[in-house]
């Protein structure tokens, strides 16, 4: 398995932007499909962005289609999340995961970071 560490959470207002990363261990993070997951109090965990074979592809939940941006960095093992435009309705614990598959689906996500709080006031 991979190890997934996420950071840059926090709180924001309505309007403003936070930037999510998460690094990964071992090798194999090159090829895999990673992708964002939210899930907010009493809600299940959702879908946000993806990202897989070296970038080339890219896909996004309708709520956050043209606020969020999804990129990675070979180099550093790492996968950025830029939120801009957060809305009061982004507050949740977001998670980054790894999947072999591009799926919007959480369950052939086989790694999962910590999760990181995104707080947005209104």
């Known amino acids: 398995q991979v190890q997934l560490v996420e950071s840059g959470g926090g709180l924001a207002q309505a309007g403003g932007s936070l930037r999510l990363s998460c690094v990964a261990s071992?090798?194999?993070?090159?090829?895999?499909?990673m992708g964002w997951f939210r899930q907010a109090p009493g809600k299940e965990r959702e879908f946000v962005a993806l990202?897989?074979?070296?970038?080339?592809?890219?896909y996004y939940a309708d709520s956050v289609k043209g606020r969020f941006t999804i990129s990675g960095d070979i180099a550093k093992n790492t996968v950025y999340l830029q939120m801009n435009g957060l809305k009061p309705e982004d507050t949740a614990v977001y998670f980054c995961?790894?999947?072999?598959?591009?799926?919007?689906?959480?369950?052939?996500?086989?790694?999962w970071g910590q999760g990181t709080q995104v707080t947005v006031s209104s």
């Open positions: 990202i897989s074979g070296y970038g080339r592809q890219t």
């Open positions: 995961a790894r999947s072999r598959l591009v799926t919007v689906s959480p369950d052939p996500y086989d790694s």
């Open positions: 071992g090798r194999a993070f090159s090829t895999a499909v």
